[in-house]
Protein backbone atom coordinates (compact mmCIF):
# COMPACT_ATOMS: atom_id res chain seq x y z
CA UNK A 1 0.00 0.00 0.00
CA UNK A 2 1.25 3.47 -0.62
CA UNK A 3 1.97 5.36 2.13
CA UNK A 4 -0.01 8.11 4.32
CA UNK A 5 1.91 10.66 1.55
CA UNK A 6 0.94 8.80 -1.87
CA UNK A 7 4.52 7.78 -2.00
CA UNK A 8 5.08 4.18 -3.54
CA UNK A 9 6.65 1.24 -0.44
CA UNK A 10 7.07 -1.83 -2.85
CA UNK A 11 7.69 -1.97 -6.19
CA UNK A 12 8.35 -5.08 -9.04
CA UNK A 13 10.15 -5.11 -12.05
CA UNK A 14 9.83 -7.66 -14.41
CA UNK A 15 12.69 -7.11 -16.80
CA UNK A 16 15.10 -5.68 -13.74
CA UNK A 17 18.20 -4.95 -14.90
CA UNK A 18 16.90 -2.28 -17.35
CA UNK A 19 18.63 0.63 -16.74
CA UNK A 20 15.58 2.59 -17.36
CA UNK A 21 13.80 0.41 -14.56
CA UNK A 22 17.43 1.11 -12.33
CA UNK A 23 17.08 4.89 -12.81
CA UNK A 24 13.38 4.73 -11.55
CA UNK A 25 13.89 2.29 -8.49
CA UNK A 26 16.82 5.06 -7.69
CA UNK A 27 14.22 8.17 -8.09
CA UNK A 28 11.67 6.59 -6.04
CA UNK A 29 14.60 5.78 -3.28
CA UNK A 30 14.68 9.22 -2.73
CA UNK A 31 11.25 10.25 -1.69
CA UNK A 32 11.60 7.17 0.95
CA UNK A 33 12.85 3.44 1.06
CA UNK A 34 11.90 1.21 -1.71
CA UNK A 35 10.86 -2.37 -1.11
CA UNK A 36 12.49 -4.12 -4.73
CA UNK A 37 11.81 -7.22 -5.95
CA UNK A 38 13.55 -7.72 -9.05
CA UNK A 39 12.53 -10.48 -12.37
CA UNK A 40 15.59 -10.78 -13.77
CA UNK A 41 16.93 -13.86 -16.16
CA UNK A 42 20.11 -14.59 -13.46
CA UNK A 43 18.93 -13.97 -10.35
CA UNK A 44 21.88 -13.54 -7.88
CA UNK A 45 20.37 -13.11 -4.76
CA UNK A 46 17.30 -12.58 -2.12
CA UNK A 47 14.87 -9.72 -3.67
CA UNK A 48 15.72 -11.41 -7.23
CA UNK A 49 13.55 -14.26 -9.01
CA UNK A 50 14.08 -16.12 -12.07
CA UNK A 51 12.19 -14.33 -15.38
CA UNK A 52 12.26 -15.18 -18.37
CA UNK A 53 9.90 -13.45 -21.21
CA UNK A 54 10.27 -16.26 -23.20
CA UNK A 55 9.77 -18.99 -20.74
CA UNK A 56 5.77 -18.41 -20.86
CA UNK A 57 5.16 -21.50 -18.71
CA UNK A 58 6.82 -20.17 -16.03
CA UNK A 59 5.33 -16.84 -15.61
CA UNK A 60 2.22 -17.14 -13.17
CA UNK A 61 4.51 -18.83 -10.61
CA UNK A 62 7.02 -16.00 -11.16
CA UNK A 63 3.88 -13.40 -10.67
CA UNK A 64 3.02 -15.87 -7.30
CA UNK A 65 6.33 -15.57 -5.89
CA UNK A 66 6.24 -11.76 -6.02
CA UNK A 67 3.10 -10.91 -4.48
CA UNK A 68 3.92 -13.58 -2.06
CA UNK A 69 5.86 -11.22 0.31
CA UNK A 70 2.67 -8.90 0.30
CA UNK A 71 1.37 -6.58 -1.67
CA UNK A 72 2.75 -4.50 -4.36
CA UNK A 73 2.04 -1.24 -5.42
CA UNK A 74 4.06 -0.66 -8.80
CA UNK A 75 4.80 -3.43 -11.10
CA UNK A 76 7.08 -1.59 -13.74
CA UNK A 77 7.25 -4.50 -17.18
CA UNK A 78 10.72 -3.36 -18.78
CA UNK A 79 11.76 -6.65 -20.55
CA UNK A 80 12.65 -6.29 -23.86
CA UNK A 81 15.14 -6.52 -27.19
CA UNK A 82 15.44 -3.84 -29.59
CA UNK A 83 16.32 -7.30 -32.28
CA UNK A 84 18.35 -6.29 -35.65
CA UNK A 85 15.94 -4.97 -38.19
CA UNK A 86 17.94 -5.63 -40.98
CA UNK A 87 18.29 -9.19 -40.12
CA UNK A 88 14.52 -9.66 -38.83
CA UNK A 89 12.94 -8.64 -42.31
CA UNK A 90 14.77 -12.11 -43.72
CA UNK A 91 14.93 -14.38 -40.85
CA UNK A 92 11.30 -15.09 -39.22
CA UNK A 93 12.89 -16.15 -36.22
CA UNK A 94 14.55 -13.25 -35.33
CA UNK A 95 11.37 -11.45 -35.91
CA UNK A 96 9.66 -13.98 -33.89
CA UNK A 97 12.10 -13.19 -31.08
CA UNK A 98 11.62 -9.45 -30.93
CA UNK A 99 7.78 -9.83 -30.73
CA UNK A 100 7.77 -12.88 -28.09
CA UNK A 101 9.92 -10.98 -25.58
CA UNK A 102 8.60 -7.27 -26.06
CA UNK A 103 4.50 -8.54 -26.71
CA UNK A 104 3.40 -12.21 -26.18
CA UNK A 105 5.61 -12.19 -23.13
CA UNK A 106 4.55 -9.22 -21.78
CA UNK A 107 1.08 -10.14 -22.18
CA UNK A 108 1.74 -13.45 -20.79
CA UNK A 109 2.75 -11.77 -17.46
CA UNK A 110 0.66 -8.82 -17.34
CA UNK A 111 -2.47 -11.29 -17.44
CA UNK A 112 -1.40 -12.77 -13.56
CA UNK A 113 -0.12 -9.56 -12.51
CA UNK A 114 -3.58 -7.24 -13.37
CA UNK A 115 -5.21 -10.93 -11.52
CA UNK A 116 -3.27 -10.19 -8.30
CA UNK A 117 -3.36 -6.60 -8.02
CA UNK A 118 -7.06 -6.87 -8.79
CA UNK A 119 -7.50 -9.03 -5.92
CA UNK A 120 -5.52 -6.78 -3.67
CA UNK A 121 -7.54 -3.49 -5.01
CA UNK A 122 -5.05 -1.10 -5.37
CA UNK A 123 -1.63 -0.71 -7.41
CA UNK A 124 -0.72 0.95 -10.72
CA UNK A 125 1.24 -1.13 -13.65
CA UNK A 126 3.77 1.01 -15.38
CA UNK A 127 4.40 -0.59 -19.39
CA UNK A 128 7.82 0.22 -21.25
CA UNK A 129 5.96 1.11 -24.50
CA UNK A 130 8.17 3.19 -27.17
CA UNK A 131 7.74 6.19 -29.76
CA UNK A 132 8.40 3.18 -32.41
CA UNK A 133 4.84 1.88 -31.18
CA UNK A 134 2.66 5.30 -31.89
CA UNK A 135 3.76 4.87 -35.99
CA UNK A 136 5.92 1.91 -37.28
CA UNK A 137 8.73 2.92 -39.14
CA UNK A 138 11.01 1.68 -42.34
CA UNK A 139 13.62 1.63 -40.30
CA UNK A 140 12.54 -0.41 -37.30
CA UNK A 141 8.99 -1.63 -37.95
CA UNK A 142 9.83 -4.87 -36.35
CA UNK A 143 10.45 -3.10 -32.91
CA UNK A 144 7.85 -1.00 -33.68
CA UNK A 145 4.82 -3.23 -34.72
CA UNK A 146 6.32 -5.60 -31.42
CA UNK A 147 5.17 -2.33 -29.07
CA UNK A 148 2.90 -1.36 -30.97
CA UNK A 149 1.00 -4.55 -29.70
CA UNK A 150 2.01 -4.46 -26.22
CA UNK A 151 1.09 -0.30 -26.42
CA UNK A 152 -2.95 -1.32 -27.50
CA UNK A 153 -3.25 -4.03 -25.27
CA UNK A 154 -1.71 -2.34 -22.48
CA UNK A 155 -4.07 0.74 -23.00
CA UNK A 156 -7.23 -1.65 -23.17
CA UNK A 157 -6.00 -3.35 -19.89
CA UNK A 158 -6.00 -0.22 -18.04
CA UNK A 159 -9.24 0.91 -19.37
CA UNK A 160 -11.08 -2.65 -18.80
CA UNK A 161 -9.58 -1.77 -14.87
CA UNK A 162 -10.54 1.71 -14.89
CA UNK A 163 -12.96 1.74 -11.43
CA UNK A 164 -11.11 -0.43 -9.66
CA UNK A 165 -8.07 1.49 -7.84
CA UNK A 166 -5.46 0.06 -10.37
CA UNK A 167 -3.73 2.00 -12.84
CA UNK A 168 -2.01 1.31 -16.15
CA UNK A 169 0.94 3.81 -17.39
CA UNK A 170 1.90 3.54 -20.93
CA UNK A 171 5.19 5.20 -21.24
CA UNK A 172 6.01 5.95 -24.57
CA UNK A 173 10.01 7.18 -24.30
CA UNK A 174 12.08 8.08 -27.77
CA UNK A 175 15.52 7.42 -27.67
CA UNK A 176 17.12 6.90 -24.65
CA UNK A 177 21.13 6.39 -23.68
CA UNK A 178 20.79 2.84 -22.10
CA UNK A 179 23.04 -0.79 -23.12
CA UNK A 180 20.12 -1.14 -25.77
CA UNK A 181 20.80 1.53 -28.00
CA UNK A 182 24.68 1.92 -26.55
CA UNK A 183 26.10 0.82 -30.59
CA UNK A 184 23.88 3.45 -32.07
CA UNK A 185 24.19 7.28 -32.55
CA UNK A 186 21.94 9.37 -30.91
CA UNK A 187 18.09 9.97 -31.89
CA UNK A 188 16.20 13.18 -32.39
CA UNK A 189 15.74 14.54 -28.83
CA UNK A 190 17.70 11.26 -27.03
CA UNK A 191 17.23 11.67 -23.48
CA UNK A 192 18.44 9.36 -20.32
CA UNK A 193 16.94 6.72 -18.08
CA UNK A 194 17.17 9.60 -15.41
CA UNK A 195 14.97 12.00 -17.11
CA UNK A 196 12.67 8.94 -18.43
CA UNK A 197 12.60 8.07 -14.40
CA UNK A 198 11.21 11.81 -13.71
CA UNK A 199 8.60 11.79 -16.21
CA UNK A 200 7.46 8.47 -14.85
CA UNK A 201 7.15 9.53 -11.14
CA UNK A 202 5.81 12.91 -12.53
CA UNK A 203 3.12 10.12 -14.37
CA UNK A 204 2.70 8.13 -11.28
CA UNK A 205 1.90 11.54 -9.13
CA UNK A 206 -0.99 12.62 -11.51
CA UNK A 207 -2.28 9.25 -12.22
CA UNK A 208 -1.51 9.67 -15.89
CA UNK A 209 -2.65 6.78 -18.76
CA UNK A 210 0.35 8.05 -21.06
CA UNK A 211 3.65 10.07 -20.84
CA UNK A 212 6.07 10.90 -23.27
CA UNK A 213 9.69 11.06 -22.80
CA UNK A 214 10.68 13.58 -23.25
CA UNK A 215 7.21 14.89 -22.85
CA UNK A 216 7.37 17.25 -26.69
CA UNK A 217 7.73 13.67 -28.17
CA UNK A 218 3.97 13.78 -27.73
CA UNK A 219 3.52 17.03 -30.32
CA UNK A 220 5.93 15.55 -32.92
CA UNK A 221 4.51 12.03 -33.13
CA UNK A 222 0.84 13.55 -33.48
CA UNK A 223 2.68 15.04 -36.74
CA UNK A 224 4.33 11.82 -37.57
CA UNK A 225 1.29 9.77 -37.00
CA UNK A 226 -0.76 11.97 -39.74
CA UNK A 227 1.93 12.10 -42.64
CA UNK A 228 0.30 10.61 -45.82
CA UNK A 229 2.20 7.20 -46.58
CA UNK A 230 3.92 8.89 -49.70
CA UNK A 231 5.62 11.32 -47.70
CA UNK A 232 6.10 9.29 -44.83
CA UNK A 233 7.95 6.70 -47.51
CA UNK A 234 9.97 9.62 -48.76
CA UNK A 235 11.19 10.31 -45.79
CA UNK A 236 13.02 7.20 -44.87
CA UNK A 237 12.81 7.14 -41.38
N1 LIG B 1 16.52 2.61 -24.68
C1 LIG B 1 15.59 3.14 -25.46
O1 LIG B 1 15.88 3.97 -26.35
C2 LIG B 1 14.13 2.76 -25.28
C3 LIG B 1 13.18 3.57 -25.91
C4 LIG B 1 11.83 3.24 -25.79
C5 LIG B 1 11.46 2.13 -25.06
N2 LIG B 1 12.44 1.36 -24.48
C6 LIG B 1 11.99 0.17 -23.78
O2 LIG B 1 12.30 0.28 -22.40
C7 LIG B 1 12.50 -1.03 -21.86
C8 LIG B 1 13.80 -1.03 -21.07
O3 LIG B 1 14.86 -0.76 -21.98
P1 LIG B 1 16.26 -0.15 -21.53
O4 LIG B 1 16.53 1.00 -22.43
O5 LIG B 1 16.31 0.03 -20.05
O6 LIG B 1 17.23 -1.28 -22.04
P2 LIG B 1 18.04 -2.39 -21.23
O7 LIG B 1 18.86 -1.76 -20.18
O8 LIG B 1 18.71 -3.19 -22.30
O9 LIG B 1 16.90 -3.25 -20.53
C9 LIG B 1 16.17 -4.25 -21.19
C10 LIG B 1 16.04 -5.37 -20.20
O10 LIG B 1 15.20 -6.39 -20.79
C11 LIG B 1 15.72 -7.61 -20.34
N3 LIG B 1 15.32 -8.70 -21.24
C12 LIG B 1 15.59 -8.88 -22.53
N4 LIG B 1 15.09 -10.05 -22.96
C13 LIG B 1 14.51 -10.62 -21.88
C14 LIG B 1 13.84 -11.85 -21.68
N5 LIG B 1 13.67 -12.76 -22.66
N6 LIG B 1 13.37 -12.12 -20.45
C15 LIG B 1 13.56 -11.25 -19.43
N7 LIG B 1 14.20 -10.09 -19.55
C16 LIG B 1 14.67 -9.78 -20.78
C17 LIG B 1 17.22 -7.45 -20.39
O11 LIG B 1 17.77 -8.42 -19.54
P3 LIG B 1 19.34 -8.75 -19.47
O12 LIG B 1 19.91 -7.68 -18.59
O13 LIG B 1 19.36 -10.12 -18.89
O14 LIG B 1 19.85 -8.69 -20.89
C18 LIG B 1 17.39 -6.02 -19.88
O15 LIG B 1 17.63 -5.96 -18.52
C19 LIG B 1 12.48 -2.00 -23.02
O16 LIG B 1 11.21 -2.61 -23.10
C20 LIG B 1 12.67 -1.10 -24.23
O17 LIG B 1 12.09 -1.65 -25.39
C21 LIG B 1 13.75 1.66 -24.55
Redesign the pocket.
Known amino acids: MRDALGAVQRVLV ?10 LVERLHRDRPVDVVL ?4 PRGPGELS ?5 RSSHGAFVEAAFAKGDIDVVL ?6 GDQPVAERDAAAALAVI ?3 FV ?2 VSVLIPIAERLRAQGHGTIVV ?5 AERARRANFV ?1 GSS ?1 AGLDAFAQGLGDSLAGTGIDVLV ?11 AALPD ?1 PL ?1 TT ?1 EA ?1 AEEIVRGLQRRAHTVW ?1 PARLRFVMAVVRLLPRPLFRRLRM
Not at 17 to 22: L, M
Not at 128 to 132: E, P, R
Open positions: VGGRSEIAKAGVRDFDALDVAAGILETNGALSSVAYKVRPGFVRTKMTGAPVA
